[in-house]
């Protein structure tokens, strides 16, 4: 069983910067397909930013904006995210999966979760 363990949110003035780091218990990052993931109160969990070997992909209202990396040596995957708004508070979750057969955007594709870690951007 894989434990995955984020880290690095808090709460941040619009504009700032912050980055998240996602631990794994085992060296899986340099395999599997890697996703974050937000939910806000009162809304659906949805995609942010997934890396699936050399490829990146990102929602629309991040783009530009964020950076998802990953340092296998390490275990770690990290999300950058640069110039917040406040639409970006909500707890972020790192997904982890060695297939993502429904794709790297959909949440049901992750079988390893984080327990999530709060953003929150005011202005």
């Known amino acids: 069983q894989v434990q995955l363990v984020e880290s690095g949110g808090g709460a941040v003035q619009t504009g700032d910067s912050l980055v998240l780091s996602c631990e794994a218990s085992?060296?899986?990052?340099?395999?599997?397909?890697v996703g974050w993931f937000r939910q806000a109160p009162g809304k659906d969990r949805e995609f942010v930013a997934g890396i699936r070997w050399t490829d990146t992909y990102y929602s629309g209202s991040v783009k530009g904006r964020f950076t998802i990396s990953r340092d296998t040596a390490k275990s770690t995957a990290e999300l950058l995210m640069n110039n917040l708004k406040s639409g970006d508070t909500a707890v972020y979750y790192c997904?982890?999966?060695?297939?993502?057969?429904?794709?790297?955007?959909?949440?049901?594709?992750?079988?390893?979760w984080g327990q999530g870690t709060q953003v929150t951007v005011s202005s």
């Open positions: 085992a060296p899986i990052f340099n395999t599997y397909v």
């Open positions: 997904a982890a999966d060695p297939d993502v057969n429904n794709g790297v955007g959909l949440d049901k594709s992750y079988r390893y």
